[in-house]
């Protein structure tokens, strides 16, 4: 098993562009979720998932969409990148089954100069 | 929706003495509480974890204590060793299946 891939690790992308963050996991997961992490903040749930074609809001989702259209991927897309978007952004999954925590993705790196 | 604070935000302990983290959360409907540890530039790693039918969980020098009424649970390590050194984050899930989590607590485990 590879567990949750996350690609890319780290991307620059300048203001206004959109870009996707891939999310892939082989466990068969019905959750996921997407973090990011700054300085102080922990983590911060943008969205997630309970299983395909159901998504909902986090705590930040604003200028984030996702989508949930297979059990295995779950991509973040940014409309038009902001530079307080800048952090490090971590996906996440779970079987629904109660009592089991989340494995996280290594993460991807996104600066918005 | 849940919110969870997590005390405190830095810890230092030296090498054989107990750390203790705190986190209170706020939805009475969360049922699972799991601790993380992440190492500078790695990903969180789940160490522990309780469910909420369960008072307290053990494993080695890690255990985990819940208070439902009080809506609070703890993290403590004993006899701490420097590779304890990290971050680490405590979360709830409650309503919706979200998982929240704490703002962190760096450990410094001193030699």
Redesign the interface.
């Known amino acids: 098993n590879a567990g949750v891939t996350q690609t890319p690790k780290f991307q620059v992308l300048k203001t206004g562009q959109s870009m996707t963050l891939q999310c892939a996991q082989d466990m068969n997961h019905e959750?996921m979720?997407w973090?990011r992490q700054d300085p102080?903040?922990?983590?911060?749930?943008i969205h997630?998932s309970?299983g395909a074609g159901i998504t909902?809001q986090?705590?930040v989702p604003n200028g984030y969409n996702v989508s949930r259209s297979t059990t295995e991927d779950f991509p973040l897309r940014l409309l038009s990148a902001a530079p307080s978007q800048t952090s490090v952004y971590?996906c996440?999954s779970?079987p629904?089954r109660?009592?089991y925590?989340?494995?996280?993705?290594?993460?991807t790196r996104l600066t918005v100069v | 929706g849940e919110n969870v604070e997590q005390h405190p935000s830095t810890l230092s302990v030296q090498e054989g003495d107990s750390a203790v983290i705190k986190c209170t959360y706020s939805d009475s409907a969360s049922n699972y509480f799991p601790w993380y540890k992440q190492e500078l530039g790695k990903r969180p790693q789940l160490i522990i974890d309780i469910r909420s039918n369960v008072g307290e969980k053990k494993d080695q020098r890690i255990a985990v204590t819940l208070n439902k009424t009080a809506k609070h649970f703890s993290l403590h390590i004993t006899e701490t060793q420097p590779e304890d050194s990290a971050v680490y984050f405590c979360a709830a899930r409650g309503g919706g299946n979200k998982l929240v989590f704490g703002a962190g607590t760096i450990l410094r485990v001193k030699s």
């Open positions: 959750y979720s973090y102080g903040m922990g983590l911060r749930l997630y309970v909902d986090g705590e971590f996440a779970s629904a109660e009592g925590g989340y494995t996280f993705g290594s993460g």
